[in-house]
């Protein structure tokens, strides 16, 4: 009894290449919603502090406490404000989500160097557009502090 690929179901016949500077995510992606990493800090800020103030205080996992450790370590902004004020930045661009995590979370100081990191952004964006988009990034980072 040999087995074909016909007998296999339709979505494993299917070759989908993922590419994130064509911008094409698998399917489970679609109405995913994107996290930049100071976001990621806070959320895993808040359970941290809610394991510590029950009396029964569970051992965080290693995975946990490494996730945080990244996740503070590479954390852009520091308050809610300012992330709101970026998504709103961002939000307000024609721009990809993934474009616009991207962006926020590496925030990159020139069109070129952000068209590098995000090859998405080749032809979709002038660079006076970008200059300006990054301009104000760096603006709201500014005012943080």
Request: charged share 30%; glycine share 0%.
């Amino acid at each position: 009894m040999a087995s074909s690929l016909s007998s296999l179901p339709p979505h494993v016949n299917e070759t989908f290449e993922e590419d994130a500077s064509e911008l094409q995510f698998p399917k489970e992606f679609e109405n995913a919603e994107t996290l930049l990493i100071s976001e990621v800090d806070m959320l895993l800020e808040h359970r941290q502090q809610q394991n510590e103030s029950v009396e029964d205080e569970q051992e965080l996992s290693e995975v946990f406490m490494k996730t945080k450790q990244y996740c503070s370590r590479f954390s852009r902004y520091k308050n809610r404000e300012t992330i709101s004020a970026i998504r709103s930045l961002l939000q307000s661009k024609k721009m990809h989500k993934f474009e616009f995590a991207q962006l926020a979370n590496l925030c990159p100081e020139t069109p070129e160097e952000a068209k590098a990191l995000i090859p998405s952004l080749e032809g979709r964006f002038q660079d006076e557009e970008l200059r300006q988009i990054l301009e104000d990034i760096q603006t709201q980072r500014s005012f943080q502090y």
